[in-house]
């Protein structure tokens, strides 16, 4: 084996992303004890910064999983649905999909609510659904990574609430990209991990968990030990994690958390965002044939599917990604399943556009203006 033939490319795939050189050079910083004050000085301001993000207040706590975001998302399953209750799992697309499987192999009791693919929730079938299972909990994606639609987190909260039930939402692939405004979302649960849009290595599930979801937990059985938000929580409050932590990852998320905050600014993080989704929907507007999967209103602000022309398949796809390998870059030829489905049923397949992180608007303009060519071969 020789690391020389480990490749530099810049990835526009939707996770992980692109890892600016200060964060790697923080990779080189020195390890620490997880029970040591050293870990209070790295964690403490992680934790405020996150919540920060999040436009969370008071009424929340962050708990920092070892894993990724997967970790946390089950976390919330394994604690908050108890046995004799039911959980409703609302998907629009692969990750909707995991979030239900999660549910059916720890044994919950799990109904599954599916859209189509490039569909947001439909409120007036969420609401039958709603009716029909009573469940105590209802799951959903806030950003869709598979199909680039972004979901109206606070009208979908609101609707499961005014039917009792708890919203639990993976926000993986949007946290640190656009703003959250946890305190009015009206979400009971907010999962993310750290190597998407906040543009770390993956390592770490992020969950914010509100006051009822903690005191719900409390009375659920069998939540397992990693699972365990309650168990999370003993360690959180002191600015730990349950089990030890990644030190070069948190050094790394420490110097970024601080970078986002006080150098770049939340708010100036997330007008980048959306300028660069901009320059995404003006590229695809620039290609015939091409077209936005998401409707309007429900675009995401992170990543975009794109509609390729018929007759394009997969296959050419991958012949664009092999050719963005020889310019230095990583392509995404869209979610593999979702694509392998569509061009068996003989439907125009997809490519996405990850814009999320820290590429910047000129990285993007670059790699736009490289990926052009390739698409119109
Ligand atoms: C990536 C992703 C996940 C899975 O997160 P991991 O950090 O890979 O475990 C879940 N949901 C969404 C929307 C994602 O984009």
């Not at 639990?168 to 009971?188: H, R, Y």
């Not at 990604?321 to 020889?326: G, V």
Request: aromatic share 6%; with cysteine.
């Amino acid at each position: 084996m020789s690391i020389q033939d480990f490749a530099e490319l810049q990835l526009f795939i939707t996770g992980p992303t692109f890892i600016r050189p200060e964060i790697r050079e923080a990779g080189m910083l020195p390890e620490f004890g997880h029970r040591d004050s050293e870990n209070n000085k790295r964690f403490g301001p992680i934790m405020s910064g996150l919540k920060q993000l999040a436009g969370a207040g008071e009424n929340w706590r962050v708990i920092i999983f070892n894993g990724s975001g997967s970790n946390a998302m089950e976390a919330t399953v394994r604690s908050l649905v108890a046995d004799d209750e039911t959980v409703l799992n609302v998907s629009v697309g692969a990750f909707g999909d995991l979030y239900h499987k999660m549910a059916v192999v720890n044994g919950k009791k799990a109904v599954q609510l599916k859209f189509a693919p490039g569909e947001a929730i439909d409120l007036a079938k969420l609401e039958a659904a709603l009716v029909e299972h009573k469940p105590s909990c209802v799951t959903f994606t806030h950003n869709e990574t598979s199909t680039g639609v972004m979901n109206d987190m606070k009208a979908v909260c609101a609707l499961i609430r005014k039917h009792g039930a708890l919203p639990l939402v993976d926000g993986v692939s949007i946290f640190g990209g656009a703003a959250i405004d946890l305190d009015n979302s009206g979400a009971a649960t907010y999962a993310t991990s750290t190597q998407k849009s906040l543009a770390l290595p993956a390592g770490f599930g992020i969950l914010f968990v509100n006051a009822e979801a903690i005191e719900k937990a409390k009375g659920v059985k069998n939540k397992g030990f990693a699972t365990d938000i309650v168990a999370q929580l003993g360690r959180a409050e002191k600015s730990q994690t349950l089990t030890t932590p990644n030190t070069t990852l948190a050094n790394q998320m420490a110097v970024q958390i601080d970078h986002i905050v006080t150098e770049e600014g939340i708010a100036n993080r997330f007008a980048r965002h959306l300028k660069m989704q901009g320059m995404v929907h003006e590229f695809v507007g620039s290609l015939p044939g091409f077209e936005l999967l998401a409707p309007e209103g429900h675009r995401s602000p992170t990543v975009t599917a794109v509609r390729v022309p018929a007759g394009m398949t997969v296959a050419a796809l991958k012949k664009v990604k092999e050719a963005m390998r020889a310019k230095g870059y990583l392509f995404d030829p869209g979610y593999g399943k979702l694509n392998t489905d569509l061009e068996e049923k003989g439907q125009r397949v997809l490519l996405r556009l990850g814009h999320m992180g820290d590429v910047t608007p000129d990285m993007l303009a670059a790699y736009l203006e490289a990926l052009k060519p390739e698409l119109l071969k």
